[in-house]
């Protein structure tokens, strides 16, 4: 006899469960900041200023703010700091997350074990 069980994300049932839903929002929260936060304050601090022409092959001219800013012009390990932390930073801030969701995971789940 098979019994159905019914496990929905947005609707979590029992104290495990509520809390393991709720770390997960967090870290996502996080990492959603993360990625697009930046984004976006690139976008808001590139000088309006800076534009860069471009000539398309049916010989219209567009113009187009170049995005430069002091983000994309700072040098971090080498490289252009929007540059480091879109490539690098960003999946070191990942397997960062995972290894706080696994720990997070192992205390629950010796804490509900009893």
Known sequence: MSKDININFFKPVGDFMKKDVAMKKKLIIVWFVAVYGFLFLLKLVADPNDTVELTLSTGEVITQVSGM????????????FHYWYSSQFLIALFIALCFIYCKFIDKLESEYDK
């Open 69 to 80: 800013s002091f983000l994309t012009e700072t040098q971090f390990m080498g490289f252009p």
